[in-house]
Nanobody, 120 residues
Framework: QVQVVESGGGLVQPGGSLRLSCAAS????????MGWYRQAPEKERELVAV???????KYADSVKGRFTISRDNAKNTVYLQMNSLKPEDTAVYYC??????????????WGQGTQVTVSS
Protein backbone atom coordinates (compact mmCIF):
# COMPACT_ATOMS: atom_id res chain seq x y z
CA GLN A 1 0.00 0.00 0.00
CA VAL A 2 1.19 3.50 -0.87
CA GLN A 3 0.07 6.78 0.67
CA VAL A 4 0.31 10.07 -1.18
CA VAL A 5 -0.07 13.27 0.83
CA GLU A 6 -0.16 16.82 -0.52
CA SER A 7 0.35 20.06 1.36
CA GLY A 8 0.81 23.74 0.68
CA GLY A 9 -2.47 24.89 -0.80
CA GLY A 10 -4.28 28.02 0.29
CA LEU A 11 -5.65 31.40 -0.67
CA VAL A 12 -3.42 33.78 -2.60
CA GLN A 13 -3.94 37.04 -4.48
CA PRO A 14 -3.51 37.20 -8.24
CA GLY A 15 0.16 37.51 -9.10
CA GLY A 16 1.19 35.73 -5.93
CA SER A 17 3.03 32.47 -5.38
CA LEU A 18 2.47 29.16 -3.67
CA ARG A 19 4.55 26.02 -3.30
CA LEU A 20 2.88 22.62 -3.16
CA SER A 21 4.57 19.54 -1.76
CA CYS A 22 3.70 15.88 -2.16
CA ALA A 23 5.24 12.91 -0.41
CA ALA A 24 4.68 9.24 -1.22
CA SER A 25 5.31 6.56 1.39
CA UNK A 26 4.71 2.88 1.97
CA UNK A 27 5.61 -0.17 -0.07
CA UNK A 28 7.64 1.61 -2.75
CA UNK A 29 10.45 0.04 -4.75
CA UNK A 30 10.63 2.98 -7.10
CA UNK A 31 8.48 5.68 -8.65
CA UNK A 32 8.52 6.50 -12.34
CA UNK A 33 6.29 9.46 -13.14
CA MET A 34 5.18 11.71 -10.30
CA GLY A 35 3.37 14.98 -10.60
CA TRP A 36 0.39 17.25 -10.37
CA TYR A 37 -3.10 17.43 -11.79
CA ARG A 38 -5.91 19.84 -11.01
CA GLN A 39 -9.67 19.94 -11.17
CA ALA A 40 -11.73 23.09 -11.16
CA PRO A 41 -15.48 23.07 -10.38
CA GLU A 42 -17.49 21.50 -13.19
CA LYS A 43 -14.36 20.75 -15.19
CA GLU A 44 -12.44 17.57 -15.86
CA ARG A 45 -9.19 16.80 -14.09
CA GLU A 46 -6.24 17.99 -16.15
CA LEU A 47 -2.48 17.53 -16.12
CA VAL A 48 -0.52 20.45 -14.68
CA ALA A 49 3.05 19.17 -14.55
CA VAL A 50 4.73 15.79 -14.21
CA UNK A 51 8.30 14.63 -13.91
CA UNK A 52 9.77 11.22 -14.68
CA UNK A 53 12.53 9.62 -12.65
CA UNK A 54 15.04 10.60 -15.35
CA UNK A 55 14.16 14.26 -14.85
CA UNK A 56 12.13 14.76 -18.00
CA UNK A 57 9.09 16.99 -17.55
CA LYS A 58 5.77 17.80 -19.14
CA TYR A 59 3.76 20.95 -18.47
CA ALA A 60 0.32 22.12 -19.45
CA ASP A 61 0.59 25.00 -21.91
CA SER A 62 -1.40 27.21 -19.53
CA VAL A 63 1.27 27.01 -16.81
CA LYS A 64 4.50 27.03 -18.85
CA GLY A 65 6.82 29.77 -17.67
CA ARG A 66 4.92 30.23 -14.41
CA PHE A 67 5.03 26.84 -12.68
CA THR A 68 8.09 24.71 -11.98
CA ILE A 69 8.07 21.08 -10.93
CA SER A 70 10.94 19.55 -9.00
CA ARG A 71 11.54 16.23 -7.36
CA ASP A 72 13.60 14.53 -4.67
CA ASN A 73 13.78 10.87 -5.70
CA ALA A 74 15.47 9.82 -2.47
CA LYS A 75 12.51 11.17 -0.49
CA ASN A 76 9.79 10.18 -2.99
CA THR A 77 8.71 13.80 -2.93
CA VAL A 78 7.62 16.20 -5.66
CA TYR A 79 7.13 19.95 -5.48
CA LEU A 80 5.27 22.49 -7.56
CA GLN A 81 6.38 26.11 -7.40
CA MET A 82 3.57 28.27 -8.70
CA ASN A 83 4.31 31.89 -9.56
CA SER A 84 2.27 34.64 -11.20
CA LEU A 85 -0.91 32.89 -10.16
CA LYS A 86 -4.14 33.73 -11.95
CA PRO A 87 -7.77 33.29 -10.89
CA GLU A 88 -8.09 30.55 -13.51
CA ASP A 89 -5.50 28.52 -11.57
CA THR A 90 -8.09 28.05 -8.84
CA ALA A 91 -8.71 24.33 -8.42
CA VAL A 92 -8.12 21.32 -6.26
CA TYR A 93 -4.59 20.13 -6.98
CA TYR A 94 -3.93 16.40 -6.84
CA CYS A 95 -0.63 14.59 -6.66
CA UNK A 96 -0.16 11.35 -8.57
CA UNK A 97 2.59 8.76 -8.34
CA UNK A 98 3.19 5.77 -10.62
CA UNK A 99 4.84 3.39 -8.18
CA UNK A 100 6.31 -0.09 -8.38
CA UNK A 101 6.26 -2.28 -5.29
CA UNK A 102 8.72 -4.98 -4.30
CA UNK A 103 6.79 -7.66 -6.19
CA UNK A 104 7.25 -5.69 -9.40
CA UNK A 105 3.66 -4.50 -9.71
CA UNK A 106 2.99 -0.98 -10.98
CA UNK A 107 0.05 1.07 -9.69
CA UNK A 108 -1.07 4.67 -9.88
CA UNK A 109 -1.78 6.43 -6.59
CA TRP A 110 -3.58 9.71 -5.90
CA GLY A 111 -3.49 12.06 -2.97
CA GLN A 112 -6.57 13.54 -1.38
CA GLY A 113 -6.04 16.93 -3.02
CA THR A 114 -5.24 20.40 -1.78
CA GLN A 115 -7.29 23.50 -2.57
CA VAL A 116 -5.64 26.43 -4.32
CA THR A 117 -7.72 29.60 -4.54
CA VAL A 118 -6.49 32.67 -6.40
CA SER A 119 -8.63 35.66 -5.57
CA SER A 120 -8.40 39.27 -4.50
Amino acid sequence: QVQVVESGGGLVQPGGSLRLSCAASGSIFNINVMGWYRQAPEKERELVAVMASDGSTKYADSVKGRFTISRDNAKNTVYLQMNSLKPEDTAVYYCNADSRDYSGSWNSYWGQGTQVTVSS
